[in-house]
């Protein structure tokens, strides 16, 4: 696994253009890895995640990735400086039972609410869909669940309660092209604090697969650092 830091430059029109967009940025992280042939979408098989981190200046675009990506086409009209890329090994091999580390993860919390049409014959009606979990303590209870499932708890602090802070994020909009343009809206949420593994094989495979839906589009990357003191 890789981890590439890239700083752009906000003055570039090109990275103007992704900022603006999703699906320009998508496609842009996208192009610093081969072409594929079979039907696997590039993105899964890569294992192709990335988040855009606001910084003190500008912004700070981390890339998650299985194959080692060739950033050298971005040129200097995009980055400020040359991309970082370094071996993400060591943090696989400090996932051990019960260790605390310090996370963050920009996440798109949804839920899926089943809809009936009554106008249509009952087995033909029905339809799921997703829709974005707005309050912050439902949006802690939806991490807390996936924590179940991926292999990890979210301690209580000293409050008793849960050691994760929730952050709004901008509603992120973008415009995918094909047979007809869909509109593409995504919801996230910022979420940093603390987690303790519960079963380190789980919590390696939410590293390298992602967390929530939105994985092409900034979500999912879930970031492990050793715990604040």
Known sequence: MYLSRLIPDTTSLAFRRDYADLHHMHRTVMSAFPDITDETSARAHHGVLWRLDPGRTGFILYVQSRTRPDWNHLGRNYLTRPAEIRDLSAVLEALQ??????FRLLANPTKRLRLIDQRAPEHKGRRDNRYPIRKPSDQITWLINCGKRYGFTIPTGS???PDVAVTPSPRLTGYQTGKRTNKLTVDSVRYDGHLVVTDPDALANALVTGIG?????GCGLLSLAPPHR
């Open 213 to 217: 839906p939105a994985k092409a589009y």
């Open 159 to 161: 409050d008793a309660r």
């Open 97 to 102: 039972p019960a260790r605390t580390l310090a």
